[in-house]
């Protein structure tokens, strides 16, 4: 895990590590990374070429923003794992 690329959108190895740690408890789901996104953010990441997603939208659960990728997205993300394996 701790050398595992981490995604463009994440400053170091360290930050991506940190997400996916405390991912073990929050359980993310099918929307991965992104859940924890803003749209400002995907906004400054698209503008510099670092949004492997930039089809997510955002939605209101509980209080709070998440983001959400696209079926197609989660399709071929379980592709691209699944190529790896």
């Known amino acids: 895990m701790a050398n595992e690329p981490f995604p463009r959108c994440f400053d170091s190895q360290k930050q991506w590590s940190i997400w996916r740690e405390l991912a073990l408890v929050s359980l993310p789901g099918g929307n991965g990374y992104c859940v924890d996104c803003l ?35 989660k399709k071929k993300m379980m592709y691209q794992t699944e190529e790896v394996l």
């Open 39 to 73: 749209p400002s953010f995907q906004s400054q990441m698209i503008r510099e070429r670092r949004c492997a997603f930039p089809g997510v939208t955002f939605v209101m659960v509980d209080d709070r923003l998440e983001g959400r990728r696209s079926l197609k997205s």
